[in-house]
């Protein structure tokens, strides 16, 4: 599974941006699709997940009401729709694949490269 992340950019707080992940390979059904962020310094978290078959969605606690993750299978793209971003938003966003929907990292063995969100102040 490859993935490819994009649409990051820079906002200010109370703004929205959406993040596309677009996603190739065989057996997609098998998998979940998740989002993860990582601030500088910090290490990276869970941020959502959706099961690319069933459309099952898990959200972070920090995100819950705020984003929202869908998938547009004819498109093969995973989307992170987020709004009233916040400062603490800011972090370097990757889009993952693991054959088990869930919030841990150490089950997402496929990655696509970081896109940058920047929330200001």
């Known amino acids: 599974v490859q993935l490819q992340a994009s649409g990051g950019g820079s906002v200010q707080a109370g703004g929205s941006l959406r993040l596309s992940c677009e996603v190739s390979?065989?057996?997609?059904?098998?998998?979940?699709i998740g989002w993860f962020r990582q601030a500088p310094g910090k290490e990276r978290d869970f941020v959502a997940a959706i099961s690319w078959l069933s459309g099952n969605m898990l959200y972070a606690d920090s995100v819950k009401g705020r984003f929202a993750i869908s998938r547009n299978n004819a498109k093969n793209t995973v989307y992170l729709q987020m709004y009233r971003l916040r400062p603490e938003d800011t972090a370097v966003y990757y889009c993952?694949?693991?054959?088990?929907?869930?919030?841990?990292?150490?089950?997402?063995?496929?990655w696509g490269q970081g896109t940058l969100v920047t929330v200001s102040s």
């Open positions: 993952a694949a693991s054959t088990i929907r869930g919030s841990n990292i150490a089950n997402y063995h496929h």
């Open positions: 390979g065989r057996a997609l059904n098998d998998y979940a």
